[in-house]
């Protein structure tokens, strides 16, 4: 759970590195809850306000992680542009997210990886 309540504390803070560990773990989580929402507001037969409001407060610390995630791999955050390409733009996105982190320090700071721990 620290993962997810780190990216929400670091709410738009969109330099730094994010290891893959970080983005996964709140992606889990982001499911998780979001499932959760979606059963409520299905369950209380009202058009997904529950989910609409949680989607909007998360929109920034999402934006902030991914931008961090793509600075571990060395890329500029514009690429995340490139996930407005159907089809291809989310394949590549995908594959950022997954490759490793450049193992030194880069344009965009340190290793996350040495400097945590978990």
Known sequence: MNWYLDVVKKY????GRARRKEYW??????AIISLVLVLVDLALSTYPIITGIYVLALFLPNLGLVVRRLHDTDRSGWWILIGLVPIVGGIAMFVFSVLEGQPHD???GPNPKAIQSY
């Open 12 to 15: 738009a803070e969109f330099s």
């Open 25 to 30: 773990m709140f992606f889990l989580f982001n």
């Open 106 to 108: 880069n344009k965009y």
